[in-house]
Protein backbone atom coordinates (compact mmCIF):
# COMPACT_ATOMS: atom_id res chain seq x y z
CA UNK A 1 0.00 0.00 0.00
CA UNK A 2 2.61 2.42 0.70
CA UNK A 3 3.82 1.89 -2.81
CA UNK A 4 0.85 2.81 -3.93
CA UNK A 5 0.53 5.84 -1.75
CA UNK A 6 3.34 7.19 -3.57
CA UNK A 7 2.62 6.99 -6.53
CA UNK A 8 -0.55 8.62 -6.07
CA UNK A 9 1.35 11.54 -4.52
CA UNK A 10 3.94 11.71 -7.76
CA UNK A 11 1.09 11.69 -10.36
CA UNK A 12 -1.03 14.45 -8.42
CA UNK A 13 2.75 16.41 -8.25
CA UNK A 14 2.98 15.95 -11.53
CA UNK A 15 -0.53 16.87 -12.48
CA UNK A 16 0.14 20.09 -10.52
CA UNK A 17 3.56 20.69 -11.87
CA UNK A 18 6.29 22.48 -9.84
CA UNK A 19 5.47 25.48 -7.21
CA UNK A 20 5.61 28.83 -9.15
CA UNK A 21 8.85 31.36 -8.04
CA UNK A 22 7.32 34.46 -7.70
CA UNK A 23 9.84 37.65 -8.32
CA UNK A 24 8.06 40.69 -7.01
CA UNK A 25 10.56 44.41 -8.03
CA UNK A 26 9.42 47.30 -8.28
CA UNK A 27 9.73 49.30 -11.07
CA UNK A 28 11.42 52.86 -10.86
CA UNK A 29 9.16 55.85 -12.41
CA UNK A 30 11.38 56.50 -15.89
CA UNK A 31 12.58 60.19 -14.32
CA UNK A 32 16.00 60.92 -13.24
CA UNK A 33 16.12 63.56 -10.49
CA UNK A 34 19.26 65.87 -11.11
CA UNK A 35 20.05 67.71 -8.30
CA UNK A 36 21.81 71.18 -7.84
CA UNK A 37 23.15 72.51 -4.22
CA UNK A 38 24.15 75.26 -3.03
CA UNK A 39 27.97 74.56 -3.30
CA UNK A 40 27.62 73.61 -6.69
CA UNK A 41 27.34 70.20 -6.75
CA UNK A 42 25.62 67.96 -8.94
CA UNK A 43 23.51 64.69 -7.98
CA UNK A 44 21.70 61.89 -10.13
CA UNK A 45 18.95 60.03 -8.53
CA UNK A 46 15.75 57.61 -9.59
CA UNK A 47 12.73 58.27 -7.88
CA UNK A 48 13.63 55.29 -5.36
CA UNK A 49 16.48 57.42 -4.60
CA UNK A 50 19.48 55.67 -5.87
CA UNK A 51 22.15 57.29 -7.40
CA UNK A 52 22.61 57.21 -10.75
CA UNK A 53 26.21 57.13 -12.59
CA UNK A 54 30.04 56.06 -11.16
CA UNK A 55 32.57 57.70 -10.93
CA UNK A 56 34.89 54.62 -10.87
CA UNK A 57 34.22 50.65 -10.86
CA UNK A 58 31.33 49.07 -12.33
CA UNK A 59 28.70 51.59 -13.67
CA UNK A 60 25.13 52.08 -12.78
CA UNK A 61 22.53 50.01 -14.55
CA UNK A 62 18.68 51.72 -15.06
CA UNK A 63 16.40 50.04 -17.74
CA UNK A 64 16.03 52.03 -21.40
CA UNK A 65 13.35 54.02 -22.32
CA UNK A 66 12.00 57.28 -22.06
CA UNK A 67 12.57 59.33 -19.37
CA UNK A 68 12.15 62.69 -17.68
CA UNK A 69 14.97 64.09 -17.22
CA UNK A 70 13.79 66.23 -13.67
CA UNK A 71 15.68 69.37 -12.68
CA UNK A 72 15.85 71.26 -9.10
CA UNK A 73 17.80 73.82 -7.26
CA UNK A 74 17.37 75.99 -3.91
CA UNK A 75 17.44 79.14 -6.12
CA UNK A 76 19.61 81.93 -5.30
CA UNK A 77 22.97 80.12 -6.29
CA UNK A 78 25.72 79.41 -8.71
CA UNK A 79 23.97 76.92 -10.78
CA UNK A 80 26.82 74.73 -13.13
CA UNK A 81 25.91 73.45 -16.06
CA UNK A 82 25.02 69.56 -16.11
CA UNK A 83 26.09 67.77 -19.40
CA UNK A 84 24.40 64.06 -20.28
CA UNK A 85 25.61 62.68 -23.15
CA UNK A 86 25.40 58.96 -25.27
CA UNK A 87 23.29 57.48 -27.94
CA UNK A 88 20.49 59.96 -28.75
CA UNK A 89 21.02 62.28 -25.99
CA UNK A 90 23.02 64.99 -25.50
CA UNK A 91 21.73 67.82 -22.90
CA UNK A 92 23.83 70.93 -21.21
CA UNK A 93 21.65 72.23 -19.04
CA UNK A 94 22.16 75.34 -16.31
CA UNK A 95 18.35 76.06 -15.30
CA UNK A 96 18.40 79.00 -17.49
CA UNK A 97 21.41 80.36 -15.85
CA UNK A 98 19.73 79.87 -12.53
CA UNK A 99 16.66 81.70 -13.29
CA UNK A 100 14.60 78.72 -12.91
CA UNK A 101 14.44 76.72 -9.59
CA UNK A 102 12.75 73.44 -11.67
CA UNK A 103 12.17 72.32 -14.87
CA UNK A 104 12.14 68.86 -17.18
CA UNK A 105 13.68 67.93 -20.47
CA UNK A 106 12.93 64.91 -21.81
CA UNK A 107 15.07 61.72 -22.80
CA UNK A 108 15.08 58.61 -24.91
CA UNK A 109 17.20 56.14 -23.64
CA UNK A 110 18.58 53.37 -25.79
CA UNK A 111 19.13 49.43 -24.95
CA UNK A 112 22.42 48.49 -23.95
CA UNK A 113 23.77 51.73 -24.30
CA UNK A 114 26.57 53.56 -22.12
CA UNK A 115 25.60 57.28 -21.08
CA UNK A 116 27.92 59.71 -18.40
CA UNK A 117 26.74 63.08 -17.18
CA UNK A 118 29.26 65.60 -15.75
CA UNK A 119 29.31 68.64 -13.44
CA UNK A 120 30.86 71.30 -15.62
CA UNK A 121 32.37 72.79 -12.50
CA UNK A 122 34.01 69.36 -11.98
CA UNK A 123 34.65 68.43 -15.87
CA UNK A 124 37.68 66.02 -14.66
CA UNK A 125 35.10 64.05 -13.12
CA UNK A 126 32.65 61.76 -15.74
CA UNK A 127 29.98 59.78 -13.98
CA UNK A 128 28.88 56.71 -16.04
CA UNK A 129 25.84 54.59 -15.76
CA UNK A 130 24.37 51.79 -18.52
CA UNK A 131 20.90 50.93 -19.89
CA UNK A 132 19.75 47.04 -19.54
CA UNK A 133 18.16 45.77 -22.89
CA UNK A 134 15.27 46.10 -20.95
CA UNK A 135 13.06 49.01 -22.10
CA UNK A 136 10.00 50.39 -20.05
CA UNK A 137 8.11 53.66 -20.36
CA UNK A 138 6.60 55.67 -23.40
CA UNK A 139 7.20 59.39 -24.24
CA UNK A 140 6.48 62.11 -21.91
CA UNK A 141 5.33 65.11 -22.55
CA UNK A 142 7.43 68.21 -23.13
CA UNK A 143 6.98 70.28 -20.40
CA UNK A 144 8.62 72.84 -18.32
CA UNK A 145 8.68 74.09 -14.69
CA UNK A 146 8.02 70.88 -12.84
CA UNK A 147 8.77 70.49 -9.14
CA UNK A 148 10.37 66.37 -8.56
CA UNK A 149 11.04 64.74 -5.81
CA UNK A 150 12.50 61.29 -4.90
CA UNK A 151 9.10 59.96 -3.27
CA UNK A 152 7.14 60.19 -6.84
CA UNK A 153 7.24 61.36 -10.09
CA UNK A 154 7.42 65.23 -10.79
CA UNK A 155 4.28 67.51 -10.90
CA UNK A 156 4.08 69.45 -14.02
CA UNK A 157 2.57 73.12 -14.41
CA UNK A 158 0.73 74.13 -17.94
CA UNK A 159 4.25 75.77 -19.50
CA UNK A 160 3.87 73.46 -22.48
CA UNK A 161 6.60 73.91 -25.05
CA UNK A 162 4.57 72.28 -28.59
CA UNK A 163 2.73 69.05 -28.78
CA UNK A 164 3.32 65.46 -27.55
CA UNK A 165 4.70 64.94 -30.80
CA UNK A 166 7.45 62.24 -30.53
CA UNK A 167 8.88 61.96 -34.22
CA UNK A 168 13.08 63.38 -33.95
CA UNK A 169 13.75 65.60 -36.46
CA UNK A 170 16.98 66.45 -35.82
CA UNK A 171 19.34 69.23 -34.67
CA UNK A 172 18.64 72.96 -34.75
CA UNK A 173 21.56 75.19 -34.57
CA UNK A 174 20.89 78.87 -32.75
CA UNK A 175 23.83 80.85 -31.73
CA UNK A 176 23.13 84.46 -30.01
CA UNK A 177 26.66 87.02 -31.02
CA UNK A 178 28.39 89.21 -28.82
CA UNK A 179 25.63 92.30 -30.08
CA UNK A 180 22.70 90.22 -29.56
CA UNK A 181 22.37 88.91 -32.87
CA UNK A 182 20.11 85.76 -33.04
CA UNK A 183 20.10 83.02 -36.00
CA UNK A 184 18.72 79.84 -36.28
CA UNK A 185 19.65 76.98 -38.61
CA UNK A 186 18.57 73.30 -39.40
CA UNK A 187 20.30 71.40 -42.03
CA UNK A 188 22.86 74.24 -42.50
CA UNK A 189 19.93 76.05 -43.65
CA UNK A 190 17.88 79.77 -42.24
CA UNK A 191 15.11 77.48 -40.53
CA UNK A 192 12.34 79.02 -41.55
CA UNK A 193 10.09 76.18 -42.49
CA UNK A 194 10.30 73.50 -40.00
CA UNK A 195 8.11 69.93 -40.28
CA UNK A 196 6.40 69.30 -36.93
CA UNK A 197 8.47 67.14 -34.50
CA UNK A 198 10.98 66.67 -31.34
CA UNK A 199 14.27 68.49 -32.10
CA UNK A 200 17.51 69.27 -30.00
CA UNK A 201 18.11 73.28 -29.92
CA UNK A 202 21.58 73.64 -29.86
CA UNK A 203 22.77 77.45 -28.60
CA UNK A 204 26.11 78.86 -28.53
CA UNK A 205 25.64 82.40 -26.77
CA UNK A 206 28.21 84.86 -26.41
CA UNK A 207 26.70 87.41 -25.69
CA UNK A 208 25.79 88.88 -21.89
CA UNK A 209 23.20 90.82 -22.22
CA UNK A 210 20.74 89.32 -24.60
CA UNK A 211 19.48 85.24 -24.42
CA UNK A 212 16.82 83.01 -26.20
CA UNK A 213 13.65 81.86 -25.88
CA UNK A 214 11.27 80.32 -27.91
CA UNK A 215 7.57 80.44 -28.66
CA UNK A 216 3.97 80.87 -30.16
CA UNK A 217 0.94 83.19 -29.43
CA UNK A 218 -0.80 80.29 -28.08
CA UNK A 219 2.05 79.25 -25.55
CA UNK A 220 4.17 80.75 -22.77
CA UNK A 221 7.26 81.04 -24.18
CA UNK A 222 10.39 79.14 -22.79
CA UNK A 223 13.63 81.01 -22.01
CA UNK A 224 16.75 78.75 -23.69
CA UNK A 225 19.23 81.01 -22.51
CA UNK A 226 18.95 84.00 -20.43
CA UNK A 227 20.37 87.14 -20.81
CA UNK A 228 23.30 86.68 -18.84
CA UNK A 229 24.37 83.11 -19.54
CA UNK A 230 26.70 82.61 -21.95
CA UNK A 231 28.16 79.55 -22.99
CA UNK A 232 26.60 76.51 -24.98
CA UNK A 233 23.18 74.45 -24.06
CA UNK A 234 21.41 72.16 -25.52
CA UNK A 235 17.37 71.51 -24.81
CA UNK A 236 15.13 69.18 -26.61
CA UNK A 237 11.85 70.73 -26.88
CA UNK A 238 8.28 69.65 -28.88
CA UNK A 239 7.75 71.94 -32.32
CA UNK A 240 3.76 71.84 -33.08
CA UNK A 241 1.98 72.96 -36.22
CA UNK A 242 1.74 76.67 -36.28
CA UNK A 243 3.74 80.02 -36.12
CA UNK A 244 6.60 80.41 -33.70
CA UNK A 245 9.16 83.03 -32.80
CA UNK A 246 13.00 82.92 -31.65
CA UNK A 247 13.77 85.76 -29.87
CA UNK A 248 15.81 87.32 -26.99
CA UNK A 249 14.12 87.60 -23.88
CA UNK A 250 11.53 90.50 -23.89
CA UNK A 251 10.73 90.41 -27.23
CA UNK A 252 13.56 92.19 -29.40
CA UNK A 253 16.03 90.85 -32.29
CA UNK A 254 12.43 88.34 -33.50
CA UNK A 255 12.90 85.15 -35.81
CA UNK A 256 9.95 83.89 -37.40
CA UNK A 257 9.37 79.60 -37.62
CA UNK A 258 6.21 78.15 -39.97
CA UNK A 259 5.90 74.51 -38.04
CA UNK A 260 4.10 72.24 -40.82
Same mark, same amino acid.
Given at each position: ??????L????????????????????????????????????????????????? *?????I?? *????????Q??????P???L?????????????G?V????????????S???????????????FVT???V????????????????????????????Q??V???T??? %????A?K???????K??????? *??????????????G??????????????????V????? %?????????T????? *??????????
Amino acid at each position: MKWLVALVAALALGALGPAPVVHARGVDNLTLYVYFDANENISVRLSSGATVGTAS *GQPTVIPA *GYYTVAFEQPGCVAVPTFELQGPGVNIADNMSGGEVTSHTDPANLQPSSTYTWRNDAARSVSYTFVTSSQVLGTSPAQVSGSSGKPSGPPTTNTDIVGSQAVVSRGTLKA %SVTAAGKLTLTFGGKPAKTLRA *GLYTVAVTDRSRAAGLELGSPSRKNRTITSAAFVGRRSV %SVDLASGSWTVASPG *GKRQLAITVT
